[in-house]
């Protein structure tokens, strides 16, 4: 198994990525992929350890999984993971992939990730309709 391939399979997002539309573009898709929502556990978010929420994609093809490697950069690496699906539907469990952040936590922000912010400050959907 090469450990540095493109890797298949369910991918858990809890950033930027959880956005449907921005997961669209970023994959050259035709529509908007249907997403789970979903938890992991045993990951730092900004240093604190705790149950991560977000959202999941199933990524059929390794150009897919290319794609989201070149846009999460070098600062990211792709771990595997337990991811705890919240909907309810079948199944309720399932092994993936989460991008880990592997650069300098000073180059983090302080500030707490909100997609509706970050949507707007990119203009990515109007500044009065709500995320």
């Given at each position: 198994m090469?450990?540095?391939?493109?890797?298949t399979g369910p991918y858990f997002f809890y950033g930027t990525l959880s956005d449907p539309?921005?997961?669209?573009?970023?994959?050259?898709?035709?529509?908007?992929p249907q997403l789970r929502p979903a938890t992991?556990?045993?990951?730092?978010?900004?240093?604190?350890?705790?149950?991560?929420?977000?959202?999941?994609y199933h990524?059929?093809?390794?150009g897919q999984a290319e794609r989201l490697a070149s846009?999460?950069?070098?600062?990211y690496r792709v771990d595997p993971c337990r991811?705890?699906?919240?909907?309810?539907?079948?199944?309720?469990?399932?092994?993936?992939?989460?991008?880990?952040?592997?650069?300098?936590?000073?180059?983090?922000?302080?500030?707490?990730f909100d997609l509706g912010t970050w949507l707007k400050r990119v203009k990515r959907v109007a500044e009065d309709s709500s995320c």
């Open positions: 090469d450990l540095f391939a493109a890797h539309t921005m997961l669209r573009d970023v994959l050259g898709l035709e529509s908007e992991i556990t045993g990951y730092e978010c900004k240093g604190a350890k705790k149950v991560v929420y977000g959202d999941v990524v059929e093809t390794k846009y999460e950069t070098d600062h991811i705890n699906y919240t909907d309810g539907d079948e199944p309720e469990d399932d092994f993936g992939y989460v991008f880990k952040f592997v650069s300098n936590v000073r180059d983090l922000s302080d500030s707490t």
